[in-house]
């Protein structure tokens, strides 16, 4: 093994170790699959803001700051030169819909970690988005085996509306942790509240645990 490996390998150990105290994920009955209060849709809605962001592709870049070992600026060749990932996962809004048998490609945000290398005090991302939108979530969160920076869905690359050309999916979170148009991810030891959740959203947001609202 190259010391680059091992070093990867104990990285991979320390995300595995940190998701056996995820709560929720554990709390859910395996019969069942549709999250408390949520009914379940066949087409995929749009939510956002009211503005949809124009990103032109060859000036896209994403910036990977804050509390690691190798902060990076990709632009799309750098991004798209990280190992390529394909999950399939449900989609849980808030909103009370959710979209089963979702097919996303992209870059899981475990390969992403593995190249950034987050320093141990990091425990919390932000997100900041085209469009002003920012999100935060725990990183034991962010680096789930199934989370990942997606560039398509269905086969088809991510259309502007549904945050194309990268945007994150976190299945196991409700979907306004998964920001659209991604351009920011900042690494921090401490939880600061984003867009929605200094507007009454809930900090984690697990549907199984239906943490929609902050005095839930
Ligand atoms: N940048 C950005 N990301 C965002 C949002 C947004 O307004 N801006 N809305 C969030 C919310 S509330 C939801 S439910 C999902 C909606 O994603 P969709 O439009 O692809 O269904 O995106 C999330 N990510
Ligand atoms: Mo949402």
Redesign the pocket.
Known sequence: MTEKDSKLTATKRRWAAEGRFLTGREGRPATERLPPGQHLVTG??????GQTPVIDARHWRLDVTGLVEHPVSLDRDGFAALPQSAHLSDIH?V?TWSRYDNHWEGVSTRDLLDHVMPKPEARFVMLT?Y?G?TTNLPLADFAVDNALLATAWEGLPLTR???GPVRLVVPHLY??K????IRGIDFRAKDEAGF?ERNGYHMRGDPWAEERYSDD
């Open positions: 995929w809605p749009v939510l956002d803001l809004c909103t988005s469009d939108y509306e549904h945050g979907f306004w998964s920001a659209k148009w929605w």
